[in-house]
């Protein structure tokens, strides 16, 4: 079976760690869409990039900025670091859908929030989306 590392924002954590042990949908780019477990969602943020893949340098959601660490090694993990922290987390896929994932593969997870309204979802989307659009303009 397959794990999907998950990057969590701070207004997110507490839907997600709501879920854990509940089934999620792992959303992809060709609209295929898997169930999982929530594993777990590490309680503690980082600004460490949980795998290169996410990394904005690398076409990936998540933005980053060159670290302040001195580093021998010269991946964007290690040579960058993210903007503002974020919690990490796991997904557990069963045999039948590892099978339709490829490693490094980017796509997202959603959680229902069971006091959120449709267009309070809706508006929370799209102004996300439109926080990172113009940021990676800057």
Not at 117 to 132: M, N
């Amino acid at each position: 079976h397959k794990e999907v590392r998950i990057s969590v924002a701070q207004e997110d954590l507490d839907a997600f760690k709501a879920l854990q042990g509940h089934i999620v949908s792992v959303h992809l780019p060709s609209l295929l869409r898997v169930p999982g477990q929530l594993e777990r969602v590490n309680p503690r943020a980082t600004f460490q990039i949980p795998h290169s893949a996410l990394s904005a340098k690398q076409g990936g959601p998540l933005i980053v900025k060159r670290s302040n660490r001195e580093s021998g090694d010269h991946n964007d993990v290690d040579r960058y670091e993210l903007l503002v922290p974020r919690f990490n987390g796991i997904v557990d896929l069963a045999a039948p859908q590892s099978c339709l994932l490829r490693a490094g593969q980017v796509g997202f997870v959603t959680v229902a929030s069971g006091d959120e309204s449709i267009g309070q979802h809706l508006y929370r989307v799209l102004a996300g989306w439109l926080r990172r659009q113009v940021k990676k303009q800057c």
